[in-house]
């Protein structure tokens, strides 16, 4: 066992992407209301030619199942990424709770001018939201909401196929 544990390398901009995809389901969770299934009570009247399959089918018990098994799983879902969230440092909460999980239409730009106190530089910014995106990468990844291997840099995505292949 080697006491030394390393921290992946990731290539920030695949990073930033699989990061933001995560935030946007989340937004896409909380504003979009659920529709609830619903089952047809009148029969079909159309003629089967086929013969049994021997599948008992409840629409019933499906729409039951969809209608509380859904919802469960998106909060489920929210709840782990505020739970994740929540572990970053102050200032990094501050600016993807800001910049993120409230709504779509807040730019960078209103967050480092307006809602940081003090304010900051856009390149404090970049750095703070840099680090952020990585911790939150590693958390994702544990909570297997994205896949740490795509987010390696290319050189060595390349030379992992590379070596998988011939060992072949």
Do not use: W
């Given at each position: 066992?080697?006491?030394m544990?390393?921290?992946?390398?990731?290539?920030?901009?695949?990073?930033?992407?699989?990061?933001?995809?995560?935030?946007?389901?989340?937004?896409?969770?909380?504003?979009i209301?659920?529709?609830?299934?619903?089952?047809?009570?009148?029969?079909?009247?159309?003629?089967?030619?086929?013969?049994?399959?021997?599948?008992?089918?409840?629409?019933?018990?499906?729409?039951?199942?969809?209608?509380?098994?859904?919802?469960a799983?998106?909060?489920?879902?929210?709840?782990?990424?505020?739970a994740?969230?929540?572990?970053?440092?102050?200032?990094?909460?501050?600016?993807?709770?800001?910049?993120?999980?409230?709504?779509?239409?807040?730019?960078?730009?209103?967050?480092?001018?307006?809602?940081?106190?003090?304010?900051?530089?856009?390149?404090?910014?970049?750095?703070?939201r840099?680090?952020?995106?990585?911790?939150?990468?590693?958390?994702?990844?544990?909570?297997?909401?994205?896949?740490?291997?795509?987010?390696?840099?290319?050189?060595?995505?390349?030379?992992?196929?590379?070596?998988s292949?011939?060992?072949?």
């Open positions: 066992m080697n006491p544990i390393s921290l992946p390398e990731l290539d920030r901009r695949q990073t930033r992407t699989a990061v933001e995809a995560v935030f946007e389901k989340y937004r896409i969770y909380k504003t209301t659920f529709e609830i299934r619903e089952t047809s009570l009148t029969a079909s009247y159309e003629a089967r030619m086929h013969g049994p399959t021997n599948v008992t089918s409840d629409p019933t018990a499906g729409a039951a199942i969809y209608n509380v098994d859904t919802p799983a998106r909060r489920a879902y929210c709840e782990r990424v505020e994740i969230v929540a572990r970053l440092s102050e200032r990094e909460q501050l600016l993807i709770r800001e910049r993120y999980l409230k709504q779509d239409d807040v730019f960078d730009y209103k967050v480092y001018s307006h809602l940081f106190d003090p304010p900051i530089s856009k390149d404090t910014y970049v750095k703070i840099s680090k952020a995106f990585y911790k939150l990468a590693l958390a994702f990844a544990d909570s297997s909401m994205i896949r740490l291997d795509e987010l390696a840099p290319a050189k060595k995505r390349a030379r992992r196929a590379d070596m292949c011939s060992s072949l």
